[in-house]
Each structure stands twice: as C-alpha cells, then as structure tokens.
C-alpha cells in the first residue's frame, strides 16, 4: 500500500537532531512557555516575516485568541459576524461560534477551492467586523481582492494558515511575501501532520499588531502578563517547551519540504490525463505548498475503492459539509451548492516529502488506468 502520509517516516528524517532537542528541554528542567518557545517565536516571526509571534497549544486555538483578543480590544463584540468559507475544514468555524460570534459562510470558488471575492460584497452587513480566510490545501487565497474588499469596509482580515506554512503570495504589485503576514493577523496548527508540524498538538498566531500580540499573550495565560494578575478571563493555551523544541527543528527543513512536495505536485499535474479527473488549479507555482494534492471527479466514490484495490491510498477532505454538520442545527435548511459539489466529489491522493519517485509514478499510472 502507497501510504497517504508517512509521517513516522516524516520524523524519522531528523530523528538524530529530534532526540538531542528532547534531551535539552529534559535536562532545562523548564516544560512550558519558557526559552524555547521564545526561541521559536522568534524564529518563526522571522521566517514569517511577521513583528510577533506567539506559540499558543492547537491551531484552533491560535484562531479562538485572535478574535477574543479583538473582542477585549473592544474591535469585535458579542453577536458580530465574520465571513468564512462554507467548505473550510470545521475548525475555522468553530473559533468564530466558540468567541459568541455569528459566522458567516461563503462559497468558494470552484477552481481554488478558496473563499471567492466576488461573492464575499453580498454577505457584509452591519455587523461584519472580519473576514476569516482558509488557504485551503495549502493555495494562498486572492488577498489583494481580500484585503481591498476589507479595507472598504472597515474589516479585519484574519487568515487561517493551518494547511499552508511558508506558502508565498505575489500581489499586483509583484511583492512577494509569505502567508501569516498577508492580512490583520494569522492563526497556524503544528498538528503532526501538517506540513510544519510537532510531536503533538501545537499552534500559533502571527501578526504585526503589537497590540494584539500583547493581549494574546496574556489571554493564552489565564489572561495575566503578571503572575497572579489577571487582566481578562483567559484560557490556558500554552505551546509547550518540547513541542517548541520540535518544531525549531523541523522549521529548518521546511523549505526543503515544501520543494519536495511541490515536485510531487508538478509530476501528479504533468502526468495525470485522464478525462474523468479534474486536477487542481495552480495560478502560482509559488503559491501553493500542496499540504494536500486534490482531485475531482464525478465518480469519487468509485475511484476511491479502486484505488484502495490498487493499493493506493486515499482520503477525502472533506466528506461533510460544515453546513450539514449536527453540530450546526442553524444551517439544517441552508445550500451551499459550491461547497455541496466540492463535498461529493474531492479525493486527496498521496503527497508529502517522503513519498519516493516510484511511488509517485505508480500513483499516476494506477489513477490513469481508472475508468
Ligand atoms: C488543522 C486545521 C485547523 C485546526 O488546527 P488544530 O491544531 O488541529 O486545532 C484549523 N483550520 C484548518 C484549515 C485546519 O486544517
């Protein structure tokens, strides 16, 4: 069987450097919020080219501070409305329910799977105090439409970068720059198997508001810079010492990474011809760091079980709708017609840094041979 992620495999490849980070934050005699998540936040900032960075414990919760702290900022308030893709995966929107925010789906569009710009104008309504966008997959989202459409409207733009680290975006103007800088503020999950990712959960938030960095960092601390002084009701969202330790690591092979997927990338999309699958839109080679490679087809279903005979394995994100979900009662009658296609018919096929020349090969053949 062609593994879907390999991710022992993944680890396995800095094992040596893994082990000896372990064995420091061991012996620091220090676990959590200490000098190596200083150090990490330092050198994720800089790699983000972001002022702040702050190492909270999960990607939802990286997404859950950033609006409470906008909330305290006094920015947002209780009831207020922020935009999301109606096919994101269910984090993005359980951050906005989670703070007593309304969220407000949009559809993607079809070809990118991000939120469409063009449809985001009607959703604003009075209450619209952000747009919260998902680089799905691991494709930057349309951020000069993004932010011009936000800047209109007095909004906050805040991206949900848990799919795609180190994903660069080139504006009208040609600048590039790297995703977690594109908007107000930025969330990421270090979940193992994203494409930065720790030996366990971890999350963090980036941005270049120095006010907002400050509140997060005490709201991720029972809302205290001071110990035993609370300055708001906060959570307990602390990235822990070794996960940071982990993560330094990894972030010095994530360029490396990225380059190796997006080779995987270009054979799927160079070899991949059969007229009954749909490959995935890259309007910038740069753009995109493939934390899944996804196809479509009419008949997924069918090609999901055959590809599981051919010993090719598969999964689909998503398989449910977040509008379809029993946790979302108030979208029981809602239609998202977009969201609803994409749902019947994505299958992811397998891509990370490890999968070998081979491998890759075999997948191609083994999807072109699908009729
Ligand atoms: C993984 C993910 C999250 C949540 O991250 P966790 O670290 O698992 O909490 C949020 N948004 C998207 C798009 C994700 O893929």
Redo the contacts with the bound molecule.
Sequence with gaps: MIPFLDLKAVNQQYQTELKEACSRVIDSGWYVLGKEVAEFEKEFATYCETEYCLGVA????A?VLILRAYMELGIIAKGDEVIVPSN??I??ILAISENGLTPVLVEPDIKTFNLDPVLIEAAITEKTKAILT?H?YGQVTAMDEINSIAKKHHLKVIE?C??AHGAIYTNKKGQSKKVGSLGDAA?F???PG?NLGALG?G?AVTTNDSELANTIAALRNYGSHEKYKNLYKGMNSRLDEIQAAMLRVKLRYLDKEIIARQTVAQAYLKGINNPLIELPLVENINAHVWHLFVIKTTQRDKLASYLTDNSVQSLIHYPTPPHQQDAYQEWKNASFPISEEIHQQVLSIPISPVISQDEVDVVISVVNDFS
């Design positions: 999960n990607g939802l919760d997404l994101t995966y984090a993005s998902v799905l949900d848990a799919q969330g999950s270090f979940y994203k959960d999350g």
